[in-house]
Structure formats: C-alpha cells, structure tokens
C-alpha cells in the first residue's frame, strides 16, 4: 500500500510518500491510522487530531471508516481553504 504525505504531515512524517505492509486486520482508514501512529513518534505526532487531517484513498476523499486493502494508494492533508 503507498502512504502519501502532504504539507504539514509531510513534515511531520518526514515522509513524502512510504511503501507499507498493514499488519491483518487492518480495513479501514481508521485502523490504518492507527497502525502508521506506531511507525513513528514523527507519524503519532502526524495523527495526533485527526479532525484536521483529511484523506483520498485511490484519489477519492473518504473517512476514517473507508475500506483499505493493499494495492490501494492513501493519500493523506490538511483541509483546503481558498478565497
């Protein structure tokens, strides 16, 4: 599954993108988030409040409740505002 990072949890993560391999029973968004806060204390601080973090699985925005499974691309950034 490829892990993409953008702005302030790109910073946050170190991380512009990453490979990962979610432990079984992981099927969510949700429970993959929970499994990447574990990756590091740069990717616990990422998720630390989850409502300022939004979220595209296969470039389709979702919740924390949306279907993962490998192969898929997660996408992961902060809210856009715009004038």
């Not at 929970?34 to 296969?58: I, Y």
Request: aromatic residues 10%.
């Amino acid at each position: 599954m490829k892990v993409l990072y953008f702005a302030w949890l790109k910073a946050k993560t170190g991380l512009g993108e990453e490979d990962v391999t979610p432990p079984d029973g992981v099927a969510t968004v949700g429970q993959l988030v929970d499994f990447l806060k574990t990756r590091s204390p740069g990717h616990a601080a990422a998720f630390e409040v989850m409502s300022t973090v939004r979220v595209a699985v296969n470039q389709d925005y979702g919740g924390l409740d949306t279907p993962v499974k490998t192969g898929d691309e997660v996408a992961f950034f902060p809210p856009v505002t715009g004038g």
